[in-house]
């Protein structure tokens, strides 16, 4: 064992768990009090910001958070069909919504699960029970977009994916059962 870190007393599951390049590992933990932190190897947490997600439901309030560049986070709120941007101090610089009318609303349930930052400041997305992958625009615009009617109904509940260097989009239809259709998958533009 070379790290380990005990989940606060004060919540109910960790949502995340990434190590950094600089050896320090960027936990999220949910449930009362949601938080986003970073742990060194010994136990000690240098970054303790509070998290703001639209739901008590632990297990519904945050995914697959990841660290940008610039030290800012970019935090899945699946029930709060956003994407919010943290700096370390916890405020909120900017929200992508996931539930615009162009990608079916609220009723489509598009969940962010994975959302990663690409080199040109746009913002990769999948979204769960939408069954989609979207690229939003620094404005929250939707840039490109794949979905269900894009592959022929390879999407059930899409919870990774990766852009890769040749511009194409894996993507991991985490439910996906039918005996034909892959579970991993790579799409072009």
Request: proline content about 6%; glycine content about 8%; hydrophobic content about 35%.
């Amino acid at each position: 064992v070379v790290f380990r870190y005990r989940l606060s007393k004060e919540n109910k599951e960790i949502g995340t768990a990434v190590r950094l390049d600089d050896g320090f590992t960027m936990i999220v933990e949910r449930g009362p009090k949601p938080r986003l932190i970073e742990v060194s190897r010994k136990g000690a947490i240098r970054v303790d910001v509070p998290l703001k997600p639209d739901t008590d439901n632990g297990h519904m309030q945050t995914r697959m958070a990841r660290k940008l560049p610039s030290g800012n986070y970019l935090v899945p709120h699946l029930l709060g069909f956003a994407v919010k941007e943290y700096r370390p101090d916890g405020t909120v610089v900017r929200t992508i919504k996931t539930d615009l009318a162009e990608l079916g609303g609220r009723k489509a349930e598009n969940w962010p699960f994975t959302a990663i930052r690409l080199a040109n400041g746009n913002t990769l997305v999948n979204l769960t029970h939408g069954n989609k992958t979207v690229e939003f625009d620094p404005d929250g615009k939707v840039a490109w977009r794949v979905d269900n009617s894009h592959v022929n109904g390879r999407f059930d509940d899409p919870c990774g994916g990766q852009r890769l260097q040749n511009g194409n989009t894996v993507i991991c239809a985490y439910h996906q059962q039918h005996p034909d259709k892959a579970k991993l998958f790579e799409v072009n533009r």
